[in-house]
């Protein structure tokens, strides 16, 4: 139990330090992308080129991944506090945030899709 423990917690670190790589490399460089998201890149890039293991992060990101509700609750008090910025754009926020989720789900569901198609197709062709 201890050894789970921490080795989610080792998990998250590692995970967590790849944000902070990105936000490091946006800085330096003076970027207009996200430090999160070169991170996010940052992460893709080790994870294809097996540089970074998926074991040496899997547990952390399970973890991370089923308690990512909880992450949500600053945002909503925060949305809670400015009420008065958002007091008239109600109408037009429903819009935005209905064909923001739905365009993610598609973009999504096509890209697992995709990749699972391929990870078949590769599974095949081995035996």
């Keep these: 139990m201890i050894r789970m423990v921490a080795i989610v917690i080792i998990q998250v670190l590692v995970l967590y330090s790849m944000y902070l790589a990105g936000t490091w490399i946006q800085n330096a460089l003076d970027l207009m992308i ?34 990512l509700t909880l992450f949500f609750i600053p945002v909503t008090v ?12 109600g109408l037009l926020l429903i819009p935005a945030v209905l064909v923001s989720t739905i ?6 569901g096509k890209l697992l ?15």
């Design 34 to 67: 996200p430090g999160s998201i070169i991170g996010m890149v940052l992460l893709f890039c080790l994870l294809v080129t097996k540089i970074l293991p998926l074991r040496w992060i899997q547990e952390g990101s399970r973890y991370l991944l089923a308690h």
């Design 78 to 89: 925060g949305v809670m506090e400015f009420s008065h910025v958002f007091k008239g754009k």
């Design 103 to 108: 365009l993610v789900m598609l973009i999504s």
């Design 113 to 127: 899709d995709f990749f699972m198609s391929k990870r078949l197709r590769k599974r095949s062709n081995e035996t």
